[in-house]
Every structure is written in C-alpha cells, then in structure tokens.
C-alpha cells in the first residue's frame, strides 16, 4: 500500500506562483512513476504533468507548458509541482497519484495510477 500526502496549496493571486509537494510512503519510491492532476469545480479530473521514476523525462499537459515543473527527489520520497505565472483557470484541486508499475505510455490518463493522495487546495485570485 502507498499513501500519498500533498501540501504546499494556498491562495494567491494570478501572476504568482506555488510549490506543491507529494510525500510518498513506502522504500521503493524510486521505483513509482509519478503524476499530478487537477479537478476544478464542476469538471472532470485533468492531467497536469508527469515524470519518469529518475526524473530523467518529464511530461506536461499543454494548459501549463512553460509555467509548471514537476520534479522528485528520491532521497526524501518527494515529488513537486513548481507552478509559476498562475492563472485563474488554475484553480482547482490538485492531485497526486503513484504507478508503482513503472512508465506508461498512456500517463494522462488517471486510470493508469494506482494511488492516490487527498488533494490539495490551489485558489488563483485575478
């Protein structure tokens, strides 16, 4: 079992910019591939970025190209989401999830994770 705990959410206003982190437990997080995703209210869930389980290759959903970075360190079980120059439209909740089973070439598609964390909360002011 991986239990996954996102942090790092708030309000700011657009133009600004947040980290998010996603602690994972287990030893083998080394060994997860790794993604966000984000709700707003009323849609469905979407892909926001990925990466590999050496960080080697990174993937992003074309909403947030240039602006967010994904990134993991290993040693600390953590994976970030470094979102800069927000915009409304980026509020929403953000997710993390875990594929223990590796790369997927399908790694927009939530159903290819097996974990999940509970959220947490990004609020974009104009």
């Known amino acids: 079992q991986v239990q996954l705990v996102e942090s790092g959410g708030g309000l700011v206003q657009a133009g600004g910019s947040l980290r998010l982190s996603c602690l994972a437990s287990?030893?083998?997080?080394?060994?997860?591939?790794m993604a966000w995703f984000r709700q707003a209210p009323g849609k469905e869930r979407e892909y926001v970025a990925a990466i590999t389980r050496s960080g080697g290759s990174t993937y992003y959903g074309d909403p947030v190209k240039g602006r967010f970075t994904i990134s993991r360190d290993n040693a600390k079980n953590t994976v970030y989401l470094q979102m800069n120059s927000l915009k409304p439209e980026d509020t929403a909740v953000y997710y993390c999830?875990?594929?223990?089973?590796?790369?997927?070439?399908?790694?927009?598609?939530?159903?290819?994770?097996?974990?999940w964390g509970q959220g947490t909360q990004v609020t974009v002011s104009s």
């Open positions: 287990g030893r083998t997080f080394s060994t997860y591939f």
């Open positions: 999830a875990a594929r223990p089973r590796g790369f997927s070439g399908r790694y927009y598609y939530e159903g290819e994770y097996d974990y």
